[in-house]
């Protein structure tokens, strides 16, 4: 049964498209088979995996306001060996579109539903916002994945986040779970590294991964060549910690399922 995962916080730079590339990745190499959607205008995971190969090409927009089938937009890469659902600047019109739309909340869940078994996970990269979008996102997605970047006020964001996905619960998807939060931009030189991460961990326990991501120039120079950190630079301190990450993730979920 197909796990969707919404990679979410409404701040930007955070890393979600950084870990939504890189989980993707990791867990195809643990032989799971994984379809990552991008849901930001700002497509970064979508050309960050060179998955727009030509102008007009269908993408999320397609399928949610086009009529396209799903399986005609979604891009099948060979390495990292995952599928891709793509996204582009024609998506930023989406929330007000969607808006006249009725039970506008389940388009995107609504649009999974005939592929949502074909895979073993499906990835949502979120936009920085907290817009219909993002509560289409969490109103598909079985669990949350939250990346928490080592800075002052990063609890502030992850509370209004919280308080988004307490809505949803009580509305559109009242089995939504955390699956986790996850440190990143980690940098153990510094104090306010490690007292937010301290902070954070004291506040969610174990919900918060142990493996924290740390800054790694690596893993900002991936994108430029359309991989992931794991062909990029498979020795990277990037490469080792969203490894170690994957692991994790996987481990909990076995955990979870029994198996
Ligand atoms: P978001 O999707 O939350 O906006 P991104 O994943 O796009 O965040 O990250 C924002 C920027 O920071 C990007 O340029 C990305 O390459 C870079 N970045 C993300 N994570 C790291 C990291 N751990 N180390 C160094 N650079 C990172
Ligand atoms: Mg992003």
């Keep these: 049964m197909g796990k969707i995962i919404a990679i979410s916080n409404q701040k930007g730079g955070v890393g979600k498209t950084t870990t939504a590339i890189n989980l993707s990745s990791g ?23 060179s998955a727009i190969k030509e102008k007009g090409q269908p993408t999320v927009y397609s399928v949610l306001f086009e009529g396209y089938n799903i399986q005609d937009a979604i891009v099948h890469l060979k390495a990292p060996a995952i599928d891709v659902l793509p996204a582009n600047l024609t998506l930023s019109g989406a929330d007000l579109l969607m808006d006249k739309i009725e039970q506008k909340e389940l388009l995107l869940k609504n649009a999974i539903a005939p592929i949502k078994n074909d895979y073993d996970f499906i990835i949502i990269d979120c936009p920085p916002s907290l817009g219909l979008l993002n509560t289409n996102a969490l109103s598909a997605a079985d669990s949350v994945l939250i990346p928490v970047q080592c800075e002052y006020y990063a609890l502030e964001g992850v509370t209004q986040l919280l308080m988004t996905i307490r809505l949803v619960q009580k509305t559109s998807n009242p089995n939504l779970k955390i699956e986790g939060l996850v440190m990143t931009m980690y940098d153990a030189r510094t104090n306010l590294s490690m007292e937010v991460s301290q902070d954070v961990r004291q506040t969610f326990g174990k919900l918060v991964y142990q493996s924290n991501i740390p800054r790694n120039i690596k893993l900002s120079e991936a994108p430029s060549r359309g991989l992931s950190i794991f062909e990029y630079d498979v020795n990277s301190a990037g490469a080792r910690c969203y490894g170690d990450l994957t692991k994790e993730f996987v481990k909990r979920n076995e955990e979870f399922y029994g198996e």
Excluded: C, E, R, W
């Design 27 to 49: 867990l195809s190499y643990m032989q799971k088979k994984v379809l990552l959607i991008d849901l930001d205008s700002q497509g970064n995971a979508s050309t960050g995996l």
